[in-house]
């Protein structure tokens, strides 16, 4: 696994409620935890395939995937 952290975040329209629990088992499957129903959290990379079927799907307006190699925290920002 990479030492970077892999936020992923999604904000799939309600009628798409079906692609929403798609991303969701996908994400899962990957090794990723869900920190919110829509953030998931993880140290896998993102598989191409994943990629291409979120564009297949339609999905990629929806979809934000942030990669952070140092972690933080508000205790250290308030110190």
Known sequence: ?????????????????????????????MGFTMAQRSVWIGKAKIPSAFLADLRRLRLVRYVEIFSVNRKGSLQRQLQ
């Open 1 to 29: 696994p990479s030492s970077e952290v892999v936020i992923v975040m999604f904000d799939v329209p309600e009628r798409e409620r079906g692609k929403r629990q798609w991303i969701r088992l996908s994400l899962r499957a």
